[in-house]
C-alpha cells in the first residue's frame, strides 16, 4: 500500500507538470487570439484540443486526489487557492465568510501560527520538493496532522512567484491503532506484549532481525527457550513477583540467535494489573557490553602487572636491606659504619612497606596512610626496643589517602624523626613514647605532628649549621612534596609540625 501511495502521489504530480505545459500552450493561444482577434480553423481547432486535454487532466487529478484523500493547493504569496479534496480535508463550511486564506487560518494551531512567517520566508526560495507538518482544527472540532509537500511557482524570468504543493492528511498514520501499530514496526527496539505463562504474545519485527526467527517460531515457543541457559532463573516471572510490580523494572539478560550468537539484552518492563501483561522493551547492548568487558579485561591486567611491579619492587628492597644487614655483621666491630647500615636499612625497609602495601590495596593509586603509619612505628619500635628501655606510641589520624608520590617521601620523613626519638627521646627512665596526629585543613592541605616526650629535646634541630645526613633528608623530602615543616619547640621533647598538598583531595 505505501509503494502504491507512493506512485499515486508520483503520478499527481507528473500530471500536474503536464497540465502546467498544457496550460501555458493555452496561454499562448489565448495571447494570440487577444493580438489577431481572428482565428484559423486550424488554430481554432488546436485550441479546442488544447482546452479539452485540460479539462480531462483536471478531471484526473480530481478522481485521484478523490482517492487518495491528496488535496492540492497553490499559493501567490497572496492569495490562497484549494482544490476540492483541500475543502473536504479542512471540512471547508459552505457559510463561512471570507477569504480561504483567513478560513486557513482560524484553522491552525497557536504552534503553526507562530511558525507562519518564517515559514514563509523559507517558501519564497524554497529547496525542491520540500515537506512540512502542521496541526489543525477543523470547525468541527476535529484535530488533524496534515503533511505538507511543495514546490516553486517560476515566472518566465525564473523569478519565485508563488509555491503550489499537496497536502495528506497523516492523523490516523500517528494517532489510534495504526500510529501504535506502525511505531510497533518501524521502531529499532525490541517492542514485545509477554503473558506470565512465559510465551510472547506480540513481538516487533526488530526481533526477527536480531535473533532470525521468524515471528511464528518467536510466539510458538515460550521466550524461556531463547534465554542464555545461565540467566533463565533471573529472566523468569511468577505471579508473586508481579504481585509486587508497581513501576518500571529494569534488567539485561542474554539471547540466544537462531544462528548460536550470543545477544546482551537491556530491558524496561511494566505491568498491566488488568490484564496481567507485560508491556516490554529491549534494546541490544551487545556491542557496549562486549566492549566494556573488553575493557575491564585489559584493566584487570593492567593492574595485574601493576601489583607485580609493586612486589618485585619490595623484594629487591628486601633483598637490599638484607645485604645491608650482612654487611653490617662483618663491620660489627665498626661503630660508626654499623650505625650507617642501620639507618640506611632502616629507610629501605619503610619504601619496601609502601609498595606492599600498595600490591595489596584494592585501590592501587593511593593508600590509606593511617594503616602505613601504625605499621612503620610498630616495626621501627620492635626494631630498637630494648629490655630495658619500652618504646610506645599513639596515632590519631583521620582516614586520609596518598598517592604513591606523596607516601613513600613522607614515610621516610616518618621513618627519621621516629628513629632520632626512639635513639634520643626517651624520659628519665629511658621509655620512649611517641605521639603521632594527621589531620585535614579547611585548605584541602594536610597537617603532620609527630614528635615524642623526651627530656633530652634540641631546639632548632632543622636549622642548625651542624645538619647530619637525617635532616639533610627531612628537609631535602618536604621540598620534594610541596610541603612546609617546622619544629615545635613548646611541646616539650622533639616535636615537628608539616603541612602539605594531598594530591587526591584527602578522605576517599
Given at each position: 500500500?505505501?509503494?502504491?501511495?507512493k506512485?499515486?502521489i508520483?503520478?499527481?504530480?507528473?500530471?500536474e507538470?503536464?497540465?502546467?505545459s498544457?496550460?501555458k500552450?493555452?496561454?499562448?493561444q489565448?495571447?494570440?487570439?487577444?493580438d489577431?482577434?481572428?482565428?484559423?480553423?486550424?488554430?481554432?481547432?488546436?485550441l479546442a484540443?488544447?482546452?479539452?486535454?485540460?479539462?480531462?487532466?483536471?478531471?484526473?487529478?480530481?478522481?485521484k486526489?478523490?482517492?487518495?484523500k491528496?488535496?492540492?493547493?497553490?499559493?501567490?504569496?497572496?492569495?490562497?487557492?484549494?482544490s476540492?479534496?483541500?475543502?473536504k480535508?479542512?471540512?471547508?463550511?459552505?457559510n463561512?465568510?471570507g477569504?480561504v486564506?483567513?478560513f486557513?487560518?482560524?484553522?491552525?494551531d497557536?504552534?503553526?501560527?507562530?511558525?507562519?512567517?518564517e515559514?514563509?520566508?523559507?517558501?519564497k526560495n524554497?529547496?525542491?520538493?520540500?515537506?512540512?507538518?502542521?496541526?489543525?482544527?477543523?470547525p468541527?472540532?476535529?484535530?488533524?496532522?496534515?503533511?505538507?509537500?511543495?514546490?516553486p511557482?517560476?515566472?518566465?524570468?525564473?523569478?519565485?512567484?508563488?509555491?503550489?504543493?499537496?497536502?495528506?492528511?497523516i492523523?490516523?498514520?500517528?494517532t489510534?491503532?495504526k500510529?501504535?501499530?506502525?511505531?510497533?514496526d518501524?521502531?529499532?527496539?525490541?517492542?514485545?506484549?509477554?503473558?506470565?505463562?512465559?510465551?510472547?504474545?506480540?513481538v516487533?519485527?526488530?526481533?526477527?532481525?536480531?535473533?532470525g526467527?521468524t515471528e511464528?517460531?518467536l510466539?510458538?515457543?515460550?521466550f524461556?527457550?531463547?534465554?542464555?541457559?545461565?540467566?533463565?532463573?533471573?529472566s523468569?516471572i511468577?505471579?508473586?513477583?508481579?504481585?509486587?510490580?508497581?513501576?518500571?523494572?529494569?534488567?539485561e539478560?542474554?539471547?540466544?540467535?537462531?544462528s548460536?550468537?550470543?545477544?546482551?539484552?537491556?530491558?524496561n518492563?511494566?505491568?498491566?494489573?488488568?490484564?496481567k501483561l507485560?508491556?516490554?522493551?529491549?534494546?541490544n547492548?551487545t556491542?557496549?557490553?562486549l566492549?566494556k568487558?573488553?575493557?575491564?579485561s585489559d584493566?584487570?591486567?593492567?593492574?595485574?602487572?601493576?601489583?607485580?611491579?609493586h612486589?618485585?619492587?619490595k623484594n629487591?628492597?628486601?633483598i637490599i636491606?638484607?645485604l645491608?644487614?650482612?654487611?653490617?655483621?662483618?663491620?660489627?666491630d665498626?661503630?660508626?659504619l654499623l650505625?650507617?647500615?642501620?639507618?640506611?636499612?632502616?629507610?629501605i625497609?619503610?619504601m619496601a612497606?609502601i609498595?606492599?602495601?600498595?600490591?595489596?590495596?584494592?585501590?592501587?593509586d593511593?593508600?590509606?596512610?593511617?594503616?602505613?603509619?601504625?605499621?612503620?612505628?610498630?616495626?621501627?619500635?620492635?626494631?630498637?626496643a630494648?629490655?630495658?628501655?619500652?618504646?610506645?606510641?599513639?596515632i590519631?589520624?583521620e582516614?586520609?589517602?596518598l598517592?604513591?608520590?606523596?607516601?613513600?617521601?613522607?614515610?621516610?620523613i616518618?621513618?627519621?624523626?621516629?628513629?632520632?626519638?626512639?635513639?634520643?627521646?626517651?624520659?628519665?627512665e629511658?621509655?620512649?613514647?611517641?605521639?603521632?596526629?594527621?589531620?585535614?585543613?579547611?585548605?584541602?592541605?594536610l597537617?603532620?605532628?609527630?614528635?615524642?616526650?623526651?627530656?633530652?629535646?634540641?631546639?632548632?634541630v632543622?636549622s642548625?649549621?651542624?645538619?647530619?645526613?637525617?635532616v639533610?633528608l627531612?628537609n631535602s623530602?618536604?621540598d620534594?612534596?610541596?610541603?612546609?615543616?617546622k619544629q615545635?619547640?613548646?611541646?616539650?621533647?622533639?616535636t615537628?609540625?608539616?603541612?602539605f598538598?594531598d594530591?587526591?583531595n584527602?578522605?576517599?
Amino acid at each position: 500500500m505505501r509503494e502504491e501511495l507512493k506512485k499515486s502521489i508520483l503520478e499527481i504530480e507528473k500530471t500536474e507538470a503536464k497540465l502546467s505545459s498544457i496550460k501555458k500552450k493555452l496561454i499562448e493561444q489565448d495571447s494570440f487570439v487577444f493580438d489577431n482577434e481572428v482565428l484559423s480553423d486550424s488554430k481554432s481547432e488546436e485550441l479546442a484540443d488544447i482546452q479539452f486535454k485540460v479539462s480531462e487532466k483536471e478531471k484526473s487529478i480530481q478522481e485521484k486526489e478523490k482517492f487518495l484523500k491528496i488535496g492540492r493547493w497553490s499559493y501567490n504569496f497572496d492569495v490562497l487557492e484549494w482544490s476540492d479534496e483541500m475543502y473536504k480535508i479542512f471540512e471547508y463550511p459552505e457559510n463561512f465568510e471570507g477569504t480561504v486564506l483567513e478560513f486557513y487560518m482560524t484553522c491552525v494551531d497557536y504552534k503553526t501560527a507562530a511558525r507562519l512567517k518564517e515559514q514563509s520566508d523559507l517558501l519564497k526560495n524554497p529547496p525542491k520538493n520540500s515537506i512540512m507538518n502542521q496541526v489543525i482544527t477543523t470547525p468541527l472540532g476535529n484535530k488533524k496532522l496534515l503533511s505538507f509537500t511543495s514546490n516553486p511557482i517560476h515566472n518566465n524570468a525564473g523569478e519565485i512567484i508563488g509555491i503550489e504543493g499537496l497536502t495528506m492528511d497523516i492523523s490516523d498514520k500517528i494517532t489510534g491503532s495504526k500510529g501504535l501499530e506502525k511505531f510497533f514496526d518501524l521502531s529499532m527496539d525490541l517492542h514485545c506484549i509477554l503473558h506470565l505463562d512465559m510465551y510472547f504474545i506480540k513481538v516487533s519485527p526488530a526481533w526477527t532481525e536480531l535473533l532470525g526467527y521468524t515471528e511464528k517460531e518467536l510466539l510458538s515457543r515460550s521466550f524461556i527457550d531463547f534465554i542464555h541457559p545461565e540467566d533463565v532463573k533471573k529472566s523468569t516471572i511468577s505471579p508473586e513477583d508481579v504481585d509486587n510490580w508497581d513501576s518500571t523494572t529494569t534488567f539485561e539478560n542474554r539471547y540466544i540467535s537462531k544462528s548460536g550468537e550470543t545477544v546482551f539484552l537491556s530491558w524496561n518492563s511494566k505491568i498491566d494489573k488488568e490484564t496481567k501483561l507485560l508491556y516490554c522493551t529491549a534494546r541490544n547492548i551487545t556491542k557496549s557490553t562486549l566492549e566494556k568487558d573488553e575493557l575491564l579485561s585489559d584493566l584487570s591486567g593492567k593492574e595485574l602487572l601493576l601489583r607485580e611491579i609493586h612486589h618485585r619492587v619490595k623484594n629487591n628492597l628486601q633483598i637490599i636491606s638484607s645485604l645491608l644487614s650482612l654487611q653490617a655483621g662483618a663491620n660489627r666491630d665498626e661503630e660508626r659504619l654499623l650505625k650507617l647500615y642501620q639507618d640506611s636499612q632502616s629507610r629501605i625497609k619503610s619504601m619496601a612497606a609502601i609498595h606492599e602495601m600498595f600490591y595489596q590495596s584494592e585501590q592501587l593509586d593511593k593508600i590509606e596512610f593511617g594503616k602505613y603509619m601504625k605499621k612503620l612505628i610498630n616495626d621501627l619500635s620492635i626494631s630498637f626496643a630494648s629490655a630495658e628501655n619500652a618504646v610506645n606510641f599513639t596515632i590519631e589520624a583521620e582516614p586520609v589517602y596518598l598517592n604513591l608520590d606523596n607516601a613513600i617521601p613522607l614515610g621516610l620523613i616518618i621513618n627519621e624523626v621516629v628513629t632520632n626519638s626512639i635513639k634520643h627521646g626517651g624520659d628519665k627512665e629511658g621509655n620512649v613514647l611517641i605521639f603521632v596526629k594527621m589531620r585535614s585543613l579547611s585548605d584541602g592541605k594536610l597537617q603532620l605532628t609527630i614528635g615524642d616526650t623526651g627530656v633530652n629535646g634540641i631546639k632548632n634541630v632543622l636549622s642548625s649549621s651542624d645538619e647530619s645526613l637525617g635532616v639533610l633528608l627531612i628537609n631535602s623530602l618536604v621540598d620534594q612534596i610541596d610541603g612546609e615543616i617546622k619544629q615545635m619547640n613548646n611541646c616539650g621533647g622533639t616535636t615537628f609540625q608539616m603541612i602539605f598538598s594531598d594530591a587526591i583531595n584527602s578522605t576517599s
